[in-house]
Nanobody, 124 residues
Framework: QLQLVESGGGLVQPGGSLRLSCAAS????????IGWFRQAPGKEREGVSYITNTGTTYYQSSVKGRFTISRDNAKNTVYLQMNSLKPDDTAVYYCAARQGLPALWNIWRLYSDWGQGTQVTVSS
């Protein structure tokens, strides 16, 4: 059974950093692309970043230059390094897996397998 578990969230001051992890089990991560999404209260879930199974990366414009997605297939884990965090980055962050081409990577409805989410709060 495919399972994803996010970790690394927490409370951080504006300008601070966090690294989120998405650990996969029950399947071989090599064959899957992983998307990171976030959902703030009262808002729709939005795509943050995406990495293909071959390592090509995509970012939402608001996080480009601040966030970096990476993967370690040997550890079956994908990371999201978040720097220069802003209060607007506050949300529950989720990772999700899918196969296929990266088109429409930021549409959460196109993913079927999700983690439980990890809370990120950016506040002074």
């Amino acid at each position: 059974q495919l399972q994803l578990v996010e970790s690394g969230g927490g409370l951080v001051q504006p300008g601070g950093s966090l690294r989120l992890s998405c650990a996969a089990s029950g399947f071989t991560l090599d064959d899957y692309a992983i998307g990171w999404f976030r959902q703030a209260p009262g808002k729709e879930r939005e795509g943050v970043s995406y990495i293909t199974n071959t390592g090509t990366t995509y970012y939402q414009s608001s996080v480009k230059g601040r966030f970096t997605i990476s993967r370690d297939n040997a550890k079956n884990t994908v990371y999201l390094q978040m720097n220069s965090l802003k209060p607007d980055d506050t949300a529950v962050y989720y990772c999700a897996a899918r196969q296929g081409l990266p088109a429409l990577w930021n549409i959460w409805r196109l993913y079927s397998d999700w983690g439980q989410g990890t809370q990120v709060t950016v506040s002074s």
